[in-house]
């Protein structure tokens, strides 16, 4: 185990992960959400992503919310892609950020995308180009890092074969995502020390659900590990539409308030984003799985 980082930053995926898997709601609404989640101090958002409206109709406002993110001038978003055309689509409306996501297991990645992993990865030195002629930076996402809803455990092989290219094709982020909740923090320290020594200096983030329980242990494991760059979502939201069973992000205020009682310092202010939680739960119109949305904060009580 290393230090213990001083500061982690958080990226919200509310707009994104958080709505993909729910059914459409009003652009105006989204606003509202990314107005609350922008009032909690966050410096990173995952906006919205271009890809097929008819596999995810609840983004399928990609280019009209992207028209309305210079109204929140102190963020910095993104946009996730799956093609190069999505990339180019991203570029046009303005976003200066994309990420790429290859899922490391075929069954995921034919049910996601239409393509096998070794196709998927084949298209990250198109996008990268697309997107560095035009001064955007990319994120490569391994999607189902740890497993597979349709092909069991991933074999690690296939992670870093995705890392590996990324990185010969001068990616600008990298980041290992958990995307049906089924790993436990053992095996993402275990991942992150074979991850490592590949990327050089290139930042690495991960993302966590908490579908079976183990999302916040595990985002530990990995700041343990030297992590510094985490998703969540306010309230929990979210989950991924083209793998059974995996709902529930680890909660963007659950995070907070386990890394502020650590003494890592993030951006995030608790109470506003326990208040964002609340609007996402008010906008999506049922529950979410936040526990500080129940509990409150052991401070301050609410």
């Known amino acids: ?17 958080g709505l993909q898997i729910e059914d459409p709601i009003p652009l105006s609404a989204k606003i509202k959400l990314l107005a609350a989640v922008a009032a909690t101090g966050v410096r990173e958002m995952e906006a919205t992503a271009f890809v097929s409206p008819s596999k995810v109709p609840a983004l399928a406002d990609a280019a009209e919310l992207a028209a309305q993110l210079h109204r929140f001038d102190h963020i910095e978003f993104s946009a996730l892609v799956a093609s190069p055309n999505g990339a180019k689509r991203a570029i046009a409306a303005g976003l200066h950020s994309i990420e790429y996501v290859v899922s490391a297991a075929d069954g995921h990645s034919r049910s ?9 990865t084949a298209l990250i030195a198109e996008i990268v180009a697309i997107a560095h002629d035009s001064g955007v930076s990319v994120e490569v996402i391994v999607a189902t890092a740890w497993d597979c809803p349709f092909d069991g455990p991933t074999p690690p092989q296939r992670v870093l074969d995705i890392v590996t290219e990324s ?16 790993t436990t923090p053992r095996r993402v320290s275990d991942l992150i020390a074979i991850v490592r020594p590949l990327i050089g200096d290139t930042p690495l983030g991960a993302h966590f659900h908490n579908t079976r329980g183990a999302g916040l242990a595990s985002a530990y494991a990995a700041v343990s590990a030297g992590v510094t760059r985490l998703d969540a979502s306010v309230g929990g939201l979210g989950g991924c539409p083209f793998a059974p069973g995996a709902s529930g992000n680890i909660a963007t205020e659950d995070l907070v308030y386990l890394l502020r009682d650590s003494g890592i310092h993030v951006d995030v202010d608790l109470q506003a984003a326990i208040a964002a939680a609340r609007v996402a739960q008010d906008v999506v119109g049922h529950d979410l799985p936040s526990s500080l949305l129940r509990a409150g904060d052991r401070i301050l009580g609410e």
């Open 167 to 182: 990185v010969n094709r001068d990616v600008d982020r990298l980041a290992i995502a958990d995307t049906i909740g089924t």
């Open 1 to 17: 185990m290393t230090e213990l980082p001083t500061h982690v930053d958080i990226r919200d995926v509310s707009l994104r992960d």
């Open 112 to 120: 996601n995308v239409g393509r096998s992993t070794a196709e998927a």
